[in-house]
């Protein structure tokens, strides 16, 4: 169905470039009640960012009536971030390095290598059924001891 | 992402504003740049003081546009780049490719 779902630590949404505000704008609104400083709130929302946009692109080949799903997760000092697509998977090692001279000027090509400097833990799974599934973690400590941990 | 921008003698500054992070951000400033190529207009400043952040679909629309306006015998340049994409700009060796500078009169003096 294409559509947008949501429930409490999850988003769901059509596999359409045109959905990215939607969910930035949902991780964002979670993770602004848990004491990220700007900068590491940054770094999470463009992350994810990076992720949803090789879900939909490479992994759903911007198949609308596939689905990709990002989840939260607060088990502190770790934030966890799960973005899943329904594609067909592909060999992370095979991406070329995009810092490589003669890859400076290209226009595509640096998301998975942006994603692993910004967040401290990125692990890529291909389930058995299809799909690939992003988990990355970043670490940090929350402004209050006081505030709410929950998600 | 919100664009607009401001002509400063023979300068043209764009000002994109927000969160550039793909979908129709990477059309809007194409187009733009390329209005300007078509009325003349070759000096291009970025000025990205009032961009939150960028992903990597931001750097590439700002490497299309420094490659555009070259290809044009133009040429474009970065102003008011903020820490958060500064870092980006590092890690990724981007950097080394684009001339910043720390304000938009620094940026539209420094062509000549």
């Not at chain 2, 000096?43 to 679909?57: P, R």
Request: charged share 30%.
């Amino acid at each position: 169905m294409r559509r947008i779902v949501k429930t409490k630590n999850q988003i769901s949404i059509p596999s359409s470039l045109d959905y990215l505000k939607d969910v930035d704008q949902f991780v964002e609104g979670k993770l602004k009640r848990i004491g990220l400083s700007e900068s590491e709130l940054a770094d999470v929302a463009i992350s994810v960012t990076e992720a949803v946009t090789n879900a939909i692109v490479h992994g759903n080949k911007n198949d609308e009536d596939k689905k990709v799903e990002v989840t939260l997760k607060i088990k502190e000092p770790d934030l966890v971030v799960w973005v899943k697509d329904q594609g067909e998977g592909f060999d992370p090692g095979a991406v070329p390095n995009p810092v490589a001279k003669d890859n400076i000027l290209k226009k595509v090509g640096r998301g998975i290598f942006i994603l692993k400097s910004l967040m401290d833990d990125v692990d890529f799974e291909f389930q058995s059924d299809g799909g690939t599934l992003v988990k990355m973690v970043k670490r940090f400590k929350p402004a209050k001891k006081s505030q709410d941990k929950r998600i | 992402m919100k664009l607009s921008f401001r002509e400063v003698k023979d300068v043209m500054v764009l000002s994109p504003k927000g969160k550039i992070m793909g979908g129709p951000d990477a059309t809007q400033m194409h187009d733009q740049l390329h209005e300007f190529i078509n009325q003349g207009k070759k000096k291009v400043v970025i000025d990205l003081a009032k961009v939150d952040w960028m992903n990597s679909t931001g750097l590439g629309i700002l490497i299309s546009g420094l490659t555009t306006m070259r290809n044009s015998d133009g040429e474009l340049k970065l102003a008011n780049v903020t820490e958060k994409i500064q870092s980006l700009l590092t890690i990724t060796k981007l950097i080394t490719v684009f001339e910043c500078y720390d304000s938009v009169q620094e940026a539209a003096e420094s062509f000549k």
